[in-house]
């Protein structure tokens, strides 16, 4: 399966969480989501929503160039 990538750097909340719940409703089970953003907000409704719908955070990292990179196994 291959990792699907989403970048929403730059793009204000909700955008990054609506983004990970399309992919991530579109994925196969096991497959990896990783998503690269810069909303502050994100960083706490990205995990919680991957927590309350029984994703397996793998990753989150705060990223040199600025942001967050998440990923996600659904």
């Given at each position: 399966?291959?990792?699907?990538?989403?970048?929403?750097?730059?793009?204000?909340?909700?955008?990054p969480l609506l983004e990970a719940k399309k992919e991530l409703q579109k994925a196969e089970k096991g497959q990896i989501v990783e998503i690269e953003?810069?909303?502050?907000?994100?960083?706490?409704?990205?995990?919680?929503?991957?927590?309350?719908?029984?994703?397996?955070?793998?990753?989150?990292?705060?990223?040199?160039?600025?942001?967050?990179?998440?990923?996600?196994?659904?």
């Amino acid at each position: 399966m291959e990792t699907i990538k989403i970048d929403v750097k730059g793009l204000d909340c909700p955008i990054p969480l609506l983004e990970a719940k399309k992919e991530l409703q579109k994925a196969e089970k096991g497959q990896i989501v990783e998503i690269e953003f810069t909303c502050p907000e994100a960083t706490r409704s990205l995990p919680s929503y991957a927590q309350k719908n029984g994703h397996k955070v793998l990753i989150f990292d705060k990223l040199s160039s600025g942001g967050w990179k998440i990923v996600i196994e659904k």
